[in-house]
């Protein structure tokens, strides 16, 4: 299967961005001509007056939560978790998660999200893989691990070896296939969730196999209040002091750090996944991203759960995140490329996936997505880059394909149903709800 996608404007991102006139040639799932590509090809994307780009990479989603989505509004984090969020993953079944994941890789997909990194709930992770195998989506995703805490539904709650075991047979079981589009990581849910033996085993784990780790911390201060009682230590100096920091652990939020925290980021090249939307409604703060960047610090950008922010939309994280840093640093910084490429290239590095995807160049996996800028709200985009990252809407998203393979075309899905996915989450959410006791 070859596909040429002719007169568009290029958005490369990686270290060297570009924005560029020129044409892309697909074969198979890997990007092959740049400039100069055959006239021949099975199928030929006109993107007149539209730009052509690397799929966002969105790397904190939690798949499960979709389904939950203006149900749990208003809330603090603490709250958020204990009177909602956890009671309803609590009462998830393996249908009910398989609608919610179905319902978040179509609205990212449809939004121009090609990859994300989830973590999901206690149970039922296997719904979530199948969904991201068949629907033809990329995805790192995690089972989450939760062997303590309070507050915690019975549904949730499992042993110390159950978190581990389940973790290693989802790794086995799941992690490369679809020839690598579907992977799995160690996902301990934060350290109010997790025993200090569970979190040392994962670190080591994950480093000898070659996998991810999937946290969050330090979003949000009653929380570290608690860790810091809990441990002795703020959070990131005690994923520190038990071996969790590195190139292969991403830790969501990451706003309240001292000094001491953000060097042992920046020293062990440890991921930041910085989620606007969420931190804004959540009440939980803003992330000094100006300064984590200054660091060196990989930071990129996720919607986070659907119950906190409420889409899944990368156009509105790039935007969100861009307009924050401003007020806190003034306007010039977190410019339109900074926010671009957090959103692509940063996505990729925190995933492990930068040799593969992130960035428009020849030999790469053939995630790309056209975007168009002929609308009321960007035109006239003399500056293509500042269109997508301050006017663009998820909505002006025409075509994306995934390894090659077109998973919207014309703004449709092609893998998966709308209309039954919009039908079958009212009546999943209702019969959750029901079983949560919050119906
Ligand atoms: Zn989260």
Redesign the pocket.
Known sequence: MTTRIINGTLLTSGPEHQTLKADVYVTGDRITHIGDVPAEADETIDATGCVVMPGFVQS?I?LCQTLFRGAADDLELLDWLKKRIWKLEAAHDRLSLRTSAQLAVAEMMRGGTTCALT?ESVHHTESALEVVEESGFRAVVGKCLMDKGDDVPDGLRETTDHARTESLRLIDAWHGRADGRVRVAFAPRFVLSCTEDLMRDVAAIARKRGVLVHT?ASENRDEIAIVERETGFRNIRYFHEIGMTGPNVCV?HCIWLDDEETEILAETGTHVLH?PS?NLKLGSGIASVVELLERGISVSLGA??APCNNRLDAFTEMRTAALLQKMRRGASRLTAREAFVMATWNGARALGLADDIGSLEIGKRADLVVVNLETLHAAPHPDPLSALVYAATAQDVRDVLIDGRRVVRGGELTTLDEGAIIRDARTQFVATAARAGLG
Do not use: K
Request: hydrophobic content about 20%; overall charge negative.
């Open positions: 904190h939690h973590m969050h969501a989620c969420s986070d759960g």
